[in-house]
């Protein structure tokens, strides 16, 4: 079973995924870089108030997806 990386960027902060996970197909890849985003955004976004976020999956053979998300509160003018 391929063995993927799930690289994480908050911003500027860049972690790198040194163990990685056993995962069958690439549409359960996708599902869970789709969950890991979820939670990865639930712990940081609050009380923020521009972030950008991704999620880089690699295998041995080098990237296979991103997954971003860029969050921004604005105000709205004043009426």
Known sequence: MPRYYFDT???????PDDVG??????????????RAMADFAKDVLPGSVV??????????????????LRFEIERAAVR
């Open 21 to 34: 996970v056993e995962i069958a197909s690439f549409e359960d890849v996708k599902r869970e870089a789709s």
């Open 51 to 68: 972030r950008t976020l991704a999620i880089e999956v690699r295998d041995d053979g080098g990237p296979v997806l991103r997954v971003g």
């Open 9 to 15: 960027s908050d911003n500027e902060k860049f972690v």
